[in-house]
């Protein structure tokens, strides 16, 4: 099935003005460019109650910001070199396609149509509601810990700015005995010449980069239970990490949406320059082929398809809540279904870049300690703070490559804890929607910080790298599956696949291409419990190098995963006591029945199934546009408040 009904940039035929005053026009009869019919072109779209992105632009750079995260640098080329090399791409782009570019448009989708975050798109089956605290959940647990990750980039981005990195050689206070660095004087010649014979014979060897990593910036303690002290360098950081956050949505998305023109763009131009720098250097086509070399024998192991399934989910952010929500201030008619794809792919892409940006580096530093380069390849921290850092000493002015890594980090991962607290600030927000609290969202954006901040603040001790990892691997993993799987049913069969075909042709001016609907109805789903069966066939109890977590650290990593999924259930039973009915099916029925107030956020989107029969309950939630604002309330009040005209009379917004 071909993706495209369309060329890339051409309009929809709906984007613009709904029709004129009088009866509603059906959907398949408004034509035109980007929405509006002939003549209105100047058709003003725009919700002055929750505000909208400046232009498309800022919607997707924000959203690749958003999708294309830390994991796309120090996770995605690990998996690929440990299961198969090229040949895992194949089930990669085939996930991609199946689950990840449909579970990406149906999200887009989702907010777009009802303009609200993730609480108040629950409008569609009130019973699902804790489907959207669930995803509150997870974006708390997410945003504490991923500022806390790109505080430590801060810290090294900072002492990066010297002479001498400070992880090159072995003769600091915090090195032990058992130091060796390929740079350090005071390893014998001998050792240096045969590094491959010293790695063979000890496992007691440490290089500086690690030494510094766990002796000094850490200080780690000998267990997740023993605290110890905070690490004031990295409470420094974590404050500043904060505070960028902060002063970068002060506005909302009127704010951010100008920092992502950097943010979401200048990682690009770093890892471009670290891939010229790298593909320059004797050993880098090694680590190259090493990433890329297929083995085809691994395709038929179900473990590579599962981490390539779980790879694209959780890399593009599905289920967090942030794509609800920023494709919830984009105009009612913007074409999402196209910005989908693009942005779906340009993720995927950004991660098979990356690959050959950390392989050609660490295809060098192999080279120059004359080992394999399995023997230097690692994931997650141990790559961004360890390894990848001791391959930059070897290099003429390290300091210059240490700044530029570490920034892209930052930007990385700040793009990422952006969209994080703006899905936590809208959802707040939409759901208490009276005016004294939006005209007060910057305190409420404060608000959120600082609890984010003081909450991160155990993750800055000694023992904060485990609880980091123990909230990496339980908070944020089968939750994520099992609430996208819950969504994904709740819309296609609780509310209706047709109606919700309906929805986006009114929406977008075309429905849904088949290949999506099938998917959305058949595949993802399938492809989304295999995960969940697959992550659960997988499972085995967390660890962090040698340190193996007692048994009530793993309880607590369960209960964080839970804390997100019984969200469901437990406001699923609340919805059905509380719904009319006088018998148990009566009240299921009403507890998932689209609310009055479902649909587009706009009066004048709201025809057909939607016109409003203006009543108190769904007045409150309805923003209309004054057709002539500057003749007095009679007249106002004699025009329909229903449907728009046809001409210069949005050129201003109101509410109702």
Known sequence: MKLGTRRAGQPGPLDGSRGQLGPPRPPQQVSGENGAVPGERGKQDKSVKRGNWGNQIEFVLTSVGYAVGLGNVWRFPYLCYRNGGGAFMFPYFIMLVFCGIPLFF????????????????????????????????????????????????????FVSMTRVLPWTYCSNAWNTPDCAGVLDGNVSSHAALNLTHLLNATQKRTSPSEEYWRRYVLDLSDDIGNLGEVRLPLLGCLGVSWVVVFLCLIKGVKSSGKVVYFTATFPYVVLTILFVRGITLEGALTGIMYYLTPQWDKILNAKVWGDAASQIFYSLGCAWGGLITMASYNKFHNNCYRDSIIISITNCATSVYAGFVIFSILGFMANHLGVDVSKVADHGPGLAFVAYPEALTLLPISPLWSILFFFMLILLGLGTQFCLLETLVTAIVDEVGNE?????????????????FLLGVPLTTQAGIYWLLLMDNYAASFSLVVISCIMCVAIMYIYGYRNYFKDIEMMLGFPPPLFFQICWRFISPAI???????????????????????????SIGFLMALSSVICIPIYAIYKVCRSEGDTLLERLKNATK???????????????????????????????????????????????????????????????
């Not at 108040?120 to 500022?147: A, L």
């Not at 004294?436 to 984010?452: C, D, E, H, Y």
């Not at 040698?546 to 793993?554: E, H, R």
């Not at 449907?643 to 201003?652: L, V």
Request: net charge positive.
């Open 106 to 157: 149906m999200e887009l989708s989702f907010g777009q149509f009802a303009s609200q975050g993730c609480l108040g798109v629950w409008r569609v089956s009130p019973m699902f509601k804790g489907v959207g605290y669930g995803m509150m959940v997870v974006s708390t647990y997410i945003g504490i810990y991923y500022n806390v990750v790109i505080c430590i980039a801060f810290y090294y981005f």
């Open 436 to 452: 004294w609290i939006i005209r007060r969202k910057t305190f409420v954006t404060l608000g959120v910080a600082v609890a984010g």
């Open 528 to 554: 989304i419990f295999f995960i969940l069966v697959f992550t659960v066939i997988q499972y085995r109890p967390i660890s962090y190098n040698d340190y193996v977590y007692p048994t009530w650290a793993i």
């Open 594 to 656: 689209a609310s009055k107030d479902w649909g587009p956020a706009l009066a004048e989107h709201r025809s057909g199934r939607y016109a409003p029969a203006f009543s108190p309950s769904t007045e409150s939630h309805l923003e209309v546009q004054p057709l002539q604002p500057e003749k007095g309330r009679s007249e106002a009040a004699a025009a329909s408040p229903v449907q728009g005209s046809n001409g210069s009379a949005h050129s201003q917004d109101s509410r109702l």
